[in-house]
């Protein structure tokens, strides 16, 4: 089945410092989403994708679609402590048996910010 | 703004015993998504729904699993019997029309299953 390769498992940082994190698969997606899950709660939505080389801000997040499809990349500019959490990709996958979409979700990145 | 709410937020129970987790999505979206998250396998989808249909459950354990909409406001999980392999912290999300817009979560039941 499709899966999502995330990278790096888990990263320190110094506050201040920029980040970067990617996903990639040997599948083609149509589109590209990057939630934050702190703990205790729910991923929540940061940057959706929607074109192949797209790139997008929110913030101090910028990510984009890589233009072969199989791969997005996440940017955090100077990191700060509230930065602490998992951050996830997930890839959209077309069923064409239930004309539905549906997401495949990467295995996370853990971000931890020193002060 | 408008959130998924799950109940309960934490379950400990017993195996053996029948577990049932709701959802109310989001008012005005029509796909429902129930995962499951745990350490070793990261966000398994379990099942979705569009307009309270059942689309794909192939996620799923059907001997012990179901999920249903009863109706537009309420989607829940159930698992009957209960295993100590089913904790986990099992989130919904919904999403609207069309159902390729991003999809919302919320904050989740943290199941024990003693």
């Known amino acids: 089945g499709q899966q999502l390769n995330q990278s790096p498992q888990s990263m320190f940082i110094q506050e201040g410092e920029d980040v970067s994190m990617n996903c990639t698969s040997s599948s083609i997606f149509n589109t590209w989403l990057w939630y934050k899950q702190d703990p205790g709660e729910g991923p929540v939505l940061l940057i959706a994708?929607?074109?192949?080389?797209e790139l997008t801000s929110n913030g101090r997040l910028t990510a984009q679609f890589g233009i072969t499809r199989k791969d997005s990349f996440l940017n955090i500019s100077a990191s700060i402590p509230s930065d602490v959490g998992i951050y996830f990709c997930?890839?959209?996958?077309?069923?064409?048996?239930?004309?539905?979409?549906?997401?495949?979700f990467g295995t996370g990145t853990r971000l931890k910010v020193l002060a | 703004d408008a959130r998924v709410t799950q109940t309960p937020r934490h379950k400990v129970t017993e195996m053996g015993q029948e577990v049932t987790m709701r959802c109310q999505p989001i008012l005005g979206h029509n796909t429902v998504f129930w995962y499951r998250q745990t350490m070793m396998q990261g966000l398994e989808l379990l099942a979705y729904f569009r307009n309270r249909a059942p689309l794909d459950d192939s996620g799923m354990p059907k001997d012990r699993f179901s999920a249903e909409m009863p109706d537009a406001t309420l989607a829940t999980l159930k698992i009957q019997p209960s295993e100590p392999r089913d904790s986990a912290v099992y989130f919904c999300?919904?999403?609207?029309?069309?159902?390729?817009?991003?999809?919302?979560f919320g904050d989740g039941t943290r199941l024990s299953i003693l």
């Open positions: 994708l929607y074109k192949a080389g």
């Open positions: 999300a919904s999403g609207p029309t069309p159902t390729n817009q991003p999809q919302h």
């Open positions: 997930a890839g959209q996958v077309f069923n064409g048996t239930s004309g539905t979409y549906k997401y495949i």
